[in-house]
Structure formats: structure tokens, C-alpha cells
């Protein structure tokens, strides 16, 4: 288990009355016993250096304790919503919020049993937390193609400062049938670190590309038809699905949405929130 090139408090990015607010919730979840995890900008800085402001606090839980975390955060005062019933709530103080999150926006990694396993310890505005462990930090960023938000040089970031400390096994297994994401990212982390590609183990880029190798030369699959592109973009594989006619990836086993929650979804495109044109047309 690696530990945190960086343990920041927050106290530097975060003013006074947010601070109280995180902190409230914090430890509202903890007397309540709700297993939680921190994770986004924070977690990025614990495994990285790197410091950023933030907007606001993620927070990783199961889909299964949201009800009962919801109750008692509001029954401490704060508003709670669930805008996106697939992957994310919110919890607000005025403008202020925090993000509870128990999958990825795409659907392909729910919060579950193994996301708690091994964390590292750290404070958050003197709060003892847990934080998300890299593993799953990769596997979620792995995956935001978007484009207004690209992630992948957090990956290589998070790749860069703790190659020798991935649970490599483990990782593969995570991404399981996405594992040409995986290999897509590794591949770029040699081109981006050229004098580091021997820090990525020798036997990981064999099987990936042993993978690679036996997927070409196979058969086409019996469905050839499925557009996964909406996995990495909810809005720039728009015109695949609705103009020529691919199956949605997020509607095949590979994720966990459903018709309705894609619908949601697409409609909380900034641009279609403008009454702007079909972004998938673009």
C-alpha cells in the first residue's frame, strides 16, 4: 500500500465556512457509521503533490447506505438531492455542496465491498478519513473522455508517482473487459515518459497486448454494432447512436444504466441545458 506523496488538509484551498461545512458532514457520516471514501482533487493530491482548488468535496459511498446517509445529513440541517440516480447526489449548505458518489458517471464501476479494502489513512480539515484507493482512482478517471474534461494526464500522473506501488493484478482485474482503456493509457504514459516506460512491469504490457494480439485476429464479434464511445463521452458518441445507428455501450452488460438514467443524463449536457444545438451533430 503506498503511502501519500502528500496529505493535505484542505486548509489552504478551502475558506472558513466551507470548511465548517465539510467538516459537519465528515463526521455526521462518521458517527452514523456510514462507510465513506475521499476521493477526486484531494485523493489526486494525497498520490501525486499535486494541489488544486476545488469546487467541493467527493465523497465515495455505496448505493446502499445513500438512504440512510441522506436521512441523517438532513436530519443535521443540510439539503440533500440525487440529480443523477445512476451515479451521484448532492449535499448543500447554500451554494456549497458535496458530491456523494456510489458509481462512475458511465455506469461501469459501482461502489462496492472492494473500493474499502487497504485504504490509506489521512486528515481533512483535522477530520481522520479514508481516502480512494489508486486503483479505483484510475479506473474512474481512466474513463472521462469529454470534451470540456479530459483526465488522462491524471492517470498518467497517478501512474508517474506510484507505478511501483499499482496493485497490478488487481487493476487488471478491475477494468476487466475494458481493458483496451487500460492498455490505451499505459501506451500513453510511455509516450508521455519516455525515460520511465520500464516502470510500467514488463509482464502487464505483455498480456494486455497478448489480449490485443488475439482480439485482431479473431472473428468479428456477434454483434459488431455497439458504439462504446458514449463509455468515455456522453455527448461526442451522440450522433453514433442516434444518426447511425449503433447500439449505446451503456445499454450492453458493460454498464450499469438503464434507458431512462441515459436520457437524464444526455439532457444534463451543458449545451442541451442552453437549449443548444445536438452536440452529437457537432
Same mark, same amino acid.
Given at each position: 500500500m503506498p503511502s501519500p506523496a502528500l496529505a493535505p488538509s484542505l486548509e489552504e484551498e478551502v475558506a472558513t465556512g466551507t470548511a465548517e461545512f465539510y467538516r459537519g458532514v465528515l463526521r455526521t457520516l462518521q458517527a452514523?457509521?456510514? @462507510?465513506?471514501? /475521499?476521493?477526486?482533487?484531494? $485523493? #489526486?493530491a494525497c498520490f501525486t503533490g499535486i494541489r488544486r482548488s476545488t469546487k467541493d468535496l467527493d465523497l465515495f459511498i455505496r448505493r446502499e447506505d445513500y438512504p440512510r446517509a441522506t436521512r441523517v445529513l438532513t436530519d443535521a440541517g443540510w439539503r440533500c438531492e440525487l440529480p443523477y440516480s445512476h451515479w451521484l447526489a448532492k449535499v448543500y449548505q447554500g451554494e456549497e455542496f458535496i458530491d456523494l458518489i456510489f458509481n462512475s458517471g458511465n455506469g461501469v464501476a459501482p461502489v462496492d465491498?472492494?473500493?474499502?479494502?487497504?485504504?490509506i489513512e489521512v486528515e481533512v480539515l483535522g477530520v481522520a478519513v479514508r481516502v480512494a484507493n489508486l486503483e479505483d482512482s484510475l479506473l474512474t478517471k481512466a474513463f472521462i473522455m469529454e470534451r470540456e474534461r479530459y483526465d488522462g494526464a491524471d492517470v498518467a500522473h497517478l501512474l508517474q508517482a506510484n507505478?511501483?506501488? /499499482? =496493485?497490478? +493484478?488487481?487493476l487488471i482485474e478491475r477494468f476487466?473487459?475494458?481493458?483496451?482503456v487500460l492498455? $490505451?493509457?499505459?501506451?500513453?504514459?510511455? *509516450?508521455? *515518459? +519516455?525515460?520511465?516506460?520500464?516502470?510500467? +512491469?514488463?509482464? /502487464? %504490457?505483455?498480456?494486455?497486448?497478448?489480449?490485443?494480439?488475439?482480439e485482431t485476429a479473431a472473428p468479428p464479434g456477434e454483434d459488431p454494432h455497439v458504439c462504446a464511445g458514449t463509455l468515455l463521452s456522453r455527448e461526442q458518441y451522440l450522433h453514433d447512436v442516434t444518426r447511425l445507428g449503433y447500439m449505446d455501450g451503456r445499454l450492453t452488460p458493460a454498464s450499469t %444504466?438503464?434507458?431512462?438514467?441515459? $436520457? /437524464?443524463?444526455? #439532457? $444534463?449536457? @451543458?449545451?442541451? #441545458? =442552453?437549449?443548444?444545438?445536438? +452536440?452529437g451533430t457537432r
Amino acid at each position: 500500500m503506498p503511502s501519500p506523496a502528500l496529505a493535505p488538509s484542505l486548509e489552504e484551498e478551502v475558506a472558513t465556512g466551507t470548511a465548517e461545512f465539510y467538516r459537519g458532514v465528515l463526521r455526521t457520516l462518521q458517527a452514523a457509521r456510514i @462507510p465513506f471514501l /475521499v476521493g477526486g482533487a484531494f $485523493a #489526486q493530491a494525497c498520490f501525486t503533490g499535486i494541489r488544486r482548488s476545488t469546487k467541493d468535496l467527493d465523497l465515495f459511498i455505496r448505493r446502499e447506505d445513500y438512504p440512510r446517509a441522506t436521512r441523517v445529513l438532513t436530519d443535521a440541517g443540510w439539503r440533500c438531492e440525487l440529480p443523477y440516480s445512476h451515479w451521484l447526489a448532492k449535499v448543500y449548505q447554500g451554494e456549497e455542496f458535496i458530491d456523494l458518489i456510489f458509481n462512475s458517471g458511465n455506469g461501469v464501476a459501482p461502489v462496492d465491498e472492494r473500493w474499502f479494502r487497504n485504504n490509506i489513512e489521512v486528515e481533512v480539515l483535522g477530520v481522520a478519513v479514508r481516502v480512494a484507493n489508486l486503483e479505483d482512482s484510475l479506473l474512474t478517471k481512466a474513463f472521462i473522455m469529454e470534451r470540456e474534461r479530459y483526465d488522462g494526464a491524471d492517470v498518467a500522473h497517478l501512474l508517474q508517482a506510484n507505478a511501483e506501488h /499499482v =496493485d497490478w +493484478p488487481g487493476l487488471i482485474e478491475r477494468f476487466g473487459s475494458h481493458w483496451r482503456v487500460l492498455l $490505451a493509457h499505459l501506451s500513453l504514459f510511455g *509516450y508521455i *515518459y +519516455p525515460g520511465e516506460r520500464h516502470r510500467i +512491469p514488463r509482464w /502487464v %504490457m505483455d498480456r494486455l497486448l497478448a489480449r490485443l494480439f488475439l482480439e485482431t485476429a479473431a472473428p468479428p464479434g456477434e454483434d459488431p454494432h455497439v458504439c462504446a464511445g458514449t463509455l468515455l463521452s456522453r455527448e461526442q458518441y451522440l450522433h453514433d447512436v442516434t444518426r447511425l445507428g449503433y447500439m449505446d455501450g451503456r445499454l450492453t452488460p458493460a454498464s450499469t %444504466m438503464t434507458a431512462e438514467e441515459i $436520457a /437524464v443524463w444526455t #439532457q $444534463a449536457i @451543458p449545451e442541451r #441545458q =442552453d437549449g443548444g444545438a445536438d +452536440p452529437g451533430t457537432r
